[in-house]
């Protein structure tokens, strides 16, 4: 059993930065972040694998880093240049097997930071 637990998230206006978290009581060989914003289904944000290989949406690529520090058990999501439409609740989540994408399938599961943008 992984545990993961979200922080970070906050209210910020457009045009704004972030930094998200995510400690986990381990990270597996794929390390990912997803969101939902109210009223749309779950969208896969960013993925990072065990060689540091990152893979993003076309709607994050160029705003958003996906990194991790294997010895502090740490997943992070800069997120810079915010718009309204990025306002969602941000979930950490965890693979443990191989293909690494954010796409895939997740085993395991954050409770959410909440990241609001106002115009």
């Known amino acids: 059993q992984v545990q993961l637990g979200e922080s970070g998230g906050g209210s910020v206006q457009a045009g704004g930065s972030l930094t998200l978290s995510c400690v986990g009581s381990?990270?597996?060989?794929?390390m990912a972040w997803f969101r939902q914003a109210p009223g749309k289904e779950r969208e896969g944000v960013a993925s990072i694998d065990r060689d540091g290989d990152t893979r993003y949406a076309d709607s994050v690529a160029g705003r958003f880093t996906i990194s991790k520090d294997n010895a502090q058990n740490t997943l992070y999501l800069q997120v810079d240049s915010l718009n309204p439409e990025d306002t969602a609740m941000y979930y950490c989540?965890?693979?443990?097997?191989?293909?690494?994408?954010?796409?895939?399938?997740?085993?395991?599961w954050g409770k959410g930071t909440l990241v609001t943008v106002s115009s």
């Open positions: 989540a965890a693979r443990v097997f191989s293909p690494c994408s954010q796409s895939a399938a997740m085993d395991y």
């Open positions: 381990m990270l597996t060989s794929c």
